[in-house]
């Protein structure tokens, strides 16, 4: 069974930073994989799949990249509606995450 | 725009059945999987299983002595029910629409110069808002 190993688990920025997020995978996946946010009391949200493309309504300032056992997210410029936790997922198998919280 | 509307009861006793129910509004029922997807409070995401609009299961092995999700597609509905509950099954629990091998554009493609629509191979790309159960005696 394939894990997911997000990093770090907290990131502590300010607004207007960049925020650079990693998600592992133990074997390769591909480019088959997706980023989501999720905020207090809401479900999570579809950023990116399939490793790069962005869902619609997502603002540009998201993106990803990686393919294989790599991926990363890179929010280029953090607004105050990102801080939030952010989820990597392959098929049924979901990262622990990554809390990016207001330094 | 489809949208995913669940329900089901919120507060059971140990040993009791959890029993939830998801509908789809606004768009087709078949071509997709329709999974349920659990939130303990203050941790991760725990895929719990999913079906098709021909029935076709998959669960999670760790939850699948317990587990049944069925599908009533004349309504466009998917249910959950996780019997012989403890404290350890009190989470959020969420419907979501699950898209794979290119049956859903939900996205764009961005290289130098534009974008294209690009399908998708591997996301949950439509949620319920999520139901809180909690499990107390």
């Known amino acids: 069974e394939i894990v997911l190993t997000q990093s770090p688990a907290t990131l502590s920025l300010s607004p207007g930073e960049r925020a650079t997020l990693s998600c592992r995978a133990s074997?390769?996946?591909?480019?088959?994989l997706a980023w989501y946010q999720q905020k207090p009391g809401q479900a999570p949200r579809l950023l990116i799949y399939?490793?790069?493309n962005r869902a619609t309504g997502i603002p540009a300032r998201f993106s990803g990249s990686g393919s294989g056992t790599d991926f990363t997210l890179t929010i280029s410029s953090l607004e105050p509606e990102d801080f939030a936790v952010y989820y990597c997922?392959?098929?049924?198998?979901f990262g622990p995450g990554t809390k990016v919280d207001i330094k | 725009q489809v949208q995913l509307q669940q329900w089901g009861a919120g507060l059971l006793k140990p040993s009791e059945t959890l029993s939830l129910t998801c509908a789809v509004y606004?768009?087709?029922?078949?071509?997709?999987?329709w999974s349920w997807i659990r939130q303990p409070p203050g941790k991760g995401l725990e895929w719990i299983g999913e079906i098709n609009h021909s029935g076709s299961t998959n669960y999670n092995p760790s939850l699948k002595s317990r587990v049944t999700i069925s599908v009533d597609t004349s309504k466009n509905q998917f249910s959950l029910k996780l019997s012989s509950v403890t404290a350890a099954d009190t989470a959020v629990y969420y419907c979501?629409?699950?898209?794979?091998?290119?049956?859903?554009?939900?996205?764009?493609?961005?290289?130098?110069?534009?974008?294209?629509?690009?399908?998708?191979?591997?996301?949950?790309?439509?949620w319920g808002q999520g139901t809180m159960v909690t499990v107390s005696s």
């Open positions: 399939d490793a790069s």
């Open positions: 074997q390769s996946v591909s480019s088959y």
């Open positions: 606004g768009g087709s029922f078949s071509g997709y999987y």
């Open positions: 997922q392959q098929r049924s198998i």
């Open positions: 979501a629409r699950y898209c794979s091998g290119g049956s859903c554009y939900v996205g764009r493609r961005f290289f130098p110069g534009g974008s294209r629509m690009a399908p998708t191979h591997d996301a949950f790309d439509i």
